[in-house]
């Protein structure tokens, strides 16, 4: 059985505490674009998995009852960073499965400003429990080969993993910062992007060390936002006249760790690279297609070394040739893929549960021919990839028929 995305919505991504809203504000505003996109009214919505990371539980159901009163089932998600494409996910099984013929994902998140301490990333980093932190092992594998400074946890154990894939590839800081720039680049042109300003490479080097060597501007700022998309099988479909707004799901997967991700005791292996291997090895199975059929990828950028690693990761080149890949121009417009059209996470924003869920909005948006100044010509097909350390990986194929 088939599954579509007939709608999707976002807020625009904002700097916590700049505008006066709360989760409950940003989630109608996301749902009710989303519904609004499709042409449907929530009523026709049988199940809603919400993604989330900050909330209290139940908030999923707290933020949906501004949409409507109906009764129907509610999950709150929690997967780290990968939140929002784990709601997407739960969203597609349901279609798929023959359970539901109607679904609304939506993911949201309200942050506090500054660096993420032990909430979502550490658990122990900033004074809590280590030994019961959700990535006490990625910390303690970490601090085995690199010790432990006094700089924001997540940004350390990319930042190590940066410093591991230099010494053995010969990756530069230049193609490091080249990740950013094109990324601020992209997002000039989204209005739903948190920054929109322009860097250069070198503005990028010489702005503020967050962990060595990455500076400030190659980091994923704090958030708040929402998203969502709405899934509807092919009966639905067909039902309701969607033909023209339907981007099918071709293909996801989603993956967690194993002993790849720690026999190592490698940062760049704690850090994704196997389980984002193995998501993408799923997808591309279940879609038929492979990294050469596509078209436009978001992808979780978090930290500028993890777009890099990511490219190996999808196949987009052999390990350790990722920098000269981005170097090359073969990841923006004219290029083979452009690669987080919409600024990715490191100028789009990434209000955590709300991730994914941004990723499936902009490929929908561009397999449609909808992304306006930031359109990639003749995109018939997009890829996503979400991550959360400790942790999941999720990637989706999406297709335009």
Known sequence: MKSYI?????????????????????????????????????????QVPVGYCFQPSTAGQRAVYELGLTGVPVY????????????????????????????????????????????????????????TSPVARHYGIMAAAHGFERTPPTAQIFGNAAREHMERHGT???????????????????????FREVYEVDEILADRPVHPPLTRLQCSPTSDGAAAAVVVS????????????????????????????????????????PVSRAAARGAFEASGLGIEDVDVVELHDCFSI????????LGMCQEGESGKLVESGATTYGGRWVVNPSGGLISKGHPLGATGLAQAAELTWQLRGEAGPRQVDGARTGLAHNIGLGGAAVVTVLRRR
């Open 306 to 313: 993890n777009e890099l690693l990511t490219y190996e990761a």
């Open 6 to 46: 007939v709608g999707v919505g976002m807020t625009k991504f904002e700097k916590p505490e700049s505008r006066d809203w709360r989760y409950p504000d940003m989630a109608k505003e996301a749902g009710a674009a989303a519904l609004a996109d499709a042409g449907i009214p929530y009523e026709l919505v049988q």
């Open 234 to 273: 092919e009966r639905f479909l067909v039902e309701h006249g969607l033909h023209a707004k339907a981007v099918e799901i071709a293909g996801q997967a989603m993956a967690t760790d194993t002993d790849d991700s720690f026999a190592t005791g490698s940062c760049v292996d704690v850090v994704g690279t």
């Open 76 to 131: 709150n998600v929690s997967n780290n960073c990968a939140t929002g494409s784990t709601a997407l996910m739960l969203a597609r099984q349901f279609v798929e499965g023959g359970l539901s013929d109607c679904v609304l994902a939506l993911g949201f998140e309200q942050m506090k400003k500054g660096a993420l301490g032990g909430g979502a990333d550490g658990g122990g980093a900033d004074g809590g429990d280590f030994a």
């Open 172 to 194: 530069t800081e230049r193609q490091l910062a080249a990740v950013a720039a094109k990324n601020h680049r992209h997002s000039a042109a989204n209005p739903y992007a948190q």
